[in-house]
């Protein structure tokens, strides 16, 4: 039987289809990785779901406790301060995670700041910390798996609408 060939959805190169790793399936058709592509590629689909999950909860933020209009978040800043802090080396996953500690923990108000890029930064190490505290005090262990889970209660401000929330500790290791 002849082997066809399909397109790697990360470098476009032509390959074999049974060289080839389906990553995606949408309406019934199959979206092909070569085999060499495959760990670029999901390394770049974690990166686009990082952003994904950073924006949302930044949207979250302006919506839910800045009370401002959907169409008034200012994006372009937004995305100006989170590749400002991407040149400085933090991760996405740790900034969405320092924004919930500051948000969720510490009760900051967000108009005593001046952008995400103040804040992530103020507060980054400071979330790091509390995390790996709280993860002593829940007696995970001395040793964790990357896609080990804690979960954070949050004590005061019973109206908030996030009552807790997930950390997985990995995302604030450094690369
Ligand atoms: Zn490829």
């Known amino acids: 039987m002849a082997d066809t060939y399909v397109k790697c959805k990360y470098c476009g190169e032509k390959v074999r ?9 949408t309406n019934n058709r199959n979206q092909y990785v070569c085999a060499t592509c495959l760990d670029d590629y ?15 909860y930044i949207q979250y933020i302006y919506m839910n406790i800045v009370h401002m209009d959907k169409n008034m978040i200012p994006w372009k800043r937004i995305a100006a301060d989170i590749q400002t802090l991407e040149k400085k080396g933090y991760k996405r996953t740790g900034m969405l995670l320092t924004l919930k500690y500051a948000i969720e923990i510490e009760k900051i108000r967000w108009q ?6 103040k804040i992530i930064m103020s507060y980054y190490d400071i979330a790091k910390d ?5 993860r002593a005090l829940n007696k995970v262990g001395d040793t964790f798996e990357p896609d080990e889970e804690i979960v954070v209660h949050s004590k005061q401000h019973k109206n908030n609408t996030i009552q807790r929330f997930t950390i997985n500790m ?4 450094e690369e």
Do not use: C, M, P, W
């Open 170 to 173: 990995e995302d604030l290791q």
């Open 112 to 117: 005593d700041f001046y952008g995400v890029e």
């Open 17 to 25: 289809k049974s060289q080839a790793v389906i990553v995606k399936t």
């Open 130 to 134: 509390y995390l790996l505290r709280t």
């Open 42 to 56: 999901n390394k770049q689909n974690q990166d686009v779901q990082a952003y994904t999950k950073l924006t949302d």
